[in-house]
Nanobody, 123 residues
Framework: QLQLVESGGGLVQAGGSLRLSCAAS????????LGWFRQTPGNDREFVAR????????SYADSVKGRFTISREKATNTLFLQMNRLEPGDTAVYYC????????????????WGQGTQVTVSS
């Protein structure tokens, strides 16, 4: 089973930037979709962005479009989320996840998850 480990979370002021990383224990298949989700207490996990590992094709939630960028580094099997112009509403635990082939934003379609990293944006 693919293991995913997130890092890079922290506390930042509104308007600032953070870069999250997600290290995979093995090379994802080209058809795999690697995604970022976030969750706040009492709420469901929310889709943020996804990327198809082989082609690099990406998709974003409307709430982060133009501010966040998802990318990957194939040589190190690492997924990134560059977050700019952060807002207090971005405060959440951020998770990376893998879907074997479904191009989807539905968390239930993802079968491997990291442990999460906390992002806190102060106003």
């Amino acid at each position: 089973q693919l293991q995913l480990v997130e890092s890079g979370g922290g506390l930042v002021q509104a308007g600032g930037s953070l870069r999250l990383s997600c290290a995979a224990s093995a090379r994802p298949f080209s058809s795999s979709i690697l995604g970022w989700f976030r969750q706040t207490p009492g709420n469901d996990r929310e889709f943020v962005a996804r990327l198809r590992w082989g082609t690099g094709y990406t998709s974003y939630a409307d709430s982060v479009k133009g501010r966040f960028t998802i990318s990957r580094e194939k040589a190190t099997n690492t997924l990134f989320l560059q977050m700019n112009r952060l807002e207090p509403g971005d405060t959440a635990v951020y998770y990376c996840a893998r879907s074997r082939s479904e191009w989807t934003s539905v968390p239930a379609q993802y079968d491997a998850w990291g442990q999460g990293t906390q992002v806190t944006v102060s106003s």
